[in-house]
């Protein structure tokens, strides 16, 4: 009798305590983009990423309070496009401290989109946490007809609420589709399904919260990643720049960067990584001189192999394989920071 007098007290207990009480901790670190957007009228085209801040953000959005216990922190506020090594290093830097903590169960970055697969990227090869990291952000502002910011976020949220999130590296959420940071790209100005991974494929998909995962990340991120953040500032990062191809293309760019002092060059090339006779002569002289020169494609899809047109193993490139120039740039950047070895370089893009 007296245990069940104890059994029912408990229940009212459990029945009274807020609807909080069990809920996933999330933290929100806002970074700025469109998703903190505003635009004069809901008809005007021009409109201003990164003036709403976190605190905002989150209580556009009342329904999060069923998902997660949350809390926000301002990182930056800036348009994407103006995203920098700097505050990449403050994101990482926070993305670390915060996921170590235990009461923290996950994080959300709100981000432009211009961006934020460089980001996501980046982050993949530095953070050291298995627990999820979700970057989310909207094609449209906050004041838009049809702002998709709102949901967006709340599924953001209930992705990094989600135990089968754990252990993937950084996720990015958008339009109702998880995609892994190696992967996604951003393939289209304004629609609002512009985000895509062309070569492996999407991770999963989500519905009003609900999470549903189609594949496995088997690429290493992370905890298994052998970059860090340990040693690296903004000035000992190596300066590696990108070479766009097209037709004509004489090379002059890839001359006037290595007089620089470039560290290393991706060339986005035309088709399987190709370039014009007078630009991979260019290449050739560059990688002559010690700079580390990674072949990849403007295409937006597809491998870039060593060795198909281009004879890599004698003028000493490394292939791109399947990173784009962009994410290309970011490996051999941290890969730099390791080794200037060709045969080491190219192994980090077999495997991250
Ligand atoms: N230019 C904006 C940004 O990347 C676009 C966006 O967020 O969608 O910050």
Sequence with gaps: MKAFKTLGLLALALALTPATWALPKIKILATGGTIA??????????YKPGTISVADLISSVPQLRNV??????QVA???SQNMSH?????????????LADDDVDGVVITHGTDTMEETAYFLSLVVKSDKPIVLVGSMRPATAMGADGPINLY??????????AKGRGPLVLINDTIHYAREVQKTHTTRTDTFQSPNRGIAGIMNTGRVFFY??????HTTRSEFSLYGLTVANLPRVEIVYSY????????DALVAKGVRGLVLAGVGDGNTSDAALAAL???????????????????IVDRNIEVNDDQLGFIAGLELSAPKARILLMLGLTQTNDLKKLQQYFSEY
Excluded: M, Y
């Design 37 to 46: 957007g505003t635009q004069a009228s809901p008809a005007d085209a021009g």
């Design 68 to 73: 997660a216990e949350l809390s926000g922190e």
């Design 77 to 79: 506020n800036i348009a």
């Design 86 to 98: 700097e505050i990449w290093l403050k994101l990482a830097t926070r993305c670390n401290a915060v």
């Design 155 to 164: 599924n953001a949220v209930a992705l990094a609420a989600h135990p089968a």
């Design 215 to 220: 594949s496995a990340n088997t690429t290493r």
């Design 247 to 254: 037709v004509n293309f004489n090379g002059d760019t890839i």
């Design 284 to 302: 050739a002289r560059a990688a002559k001189a010690g700079v580390a020169v990674v072949r990849c494609s403007r295409t937006g899809s597809g």
